[in-house]
């Protein structure tokens, strides 16, 4: 087994696995209905997991609050399907990963529209070079030198 996965990342993914599937499953509290897990750590002494959250409505208390109100449930049900010494106590966090992934993505677009319209409007005020500019105009040298080491 390669060193960059251990026991803790294992059990990590497991736990993640099983509280996604008892949240769809068991927990009939609607405070906890959309909600996606994206992870979970584990400390090395498996006392304490993080697991962190989003919603499709974003940072919600009542979310939070449903959450913690389920920890205990989820930790006691995690207990009998996983077989382990110490069972982790849950810790709920909203993780805001996904909402600044798509607010960078919205502000590339936007850099990517600006830089559309203004080379744009550059070269409509400029023109194209026609081929009699370039002959006119040999490339400078530093350009020269690039051409000659393709």
């Known amino acids: 087994m390669p060193k960059g996965y ?3 990342d294992r059990i990590a993914e497991q736990i ?3 509280v996604a ?3 769809r499953l068991d927990v009939k509290d609607p405070r906890v209905r959309m909600i996606t897990l ?3 750590e584990v400390t090395k002494d498996y006392s304490h ?3 962190f959250y989003t919603t499709l409505d974003g940072v919600s208390d009542a979310v939070q609050q ?3 109100h ?3 449930y989820l930790r006691s049900q995690l207990a009998h399907s996983m077989k382990l010494r110490i069972m982790p106590q849950l810790h709920f966090i909203y993780d805001p990963s996904i909402e600044r992934g798509a607010h960078l993505s919205k502000l590339i677009d936007q850099a ?4 559309k319209t203004l080379n744009s409007s550059s070269e409509a005020s400029l023109g194209r070079l026609s081929e009699e500019d370039e002959i006119d105009h040999p490339p400078s040298k530093a350009v020269a030198k690039d051409i000659s080491r393709r």
Not at 112 to 115: F, G, L, Q
């Open 38 to 40: 994206t992870g979970v």
């Open 112 to 115: 990517v529209a600006s830089d």
């Open 70 to 72: 389920a920890s205990g």
């Open 66 to 68: 449903g959450l913690e």
């Open 21 to 23: 599937q008892l949240l």
């Open 6 to 8: 251990t026991r803790t």
């Open 16 to 18: 993640q696995r099983e």
């Open 49 to 51: 997991a993080k697991v």
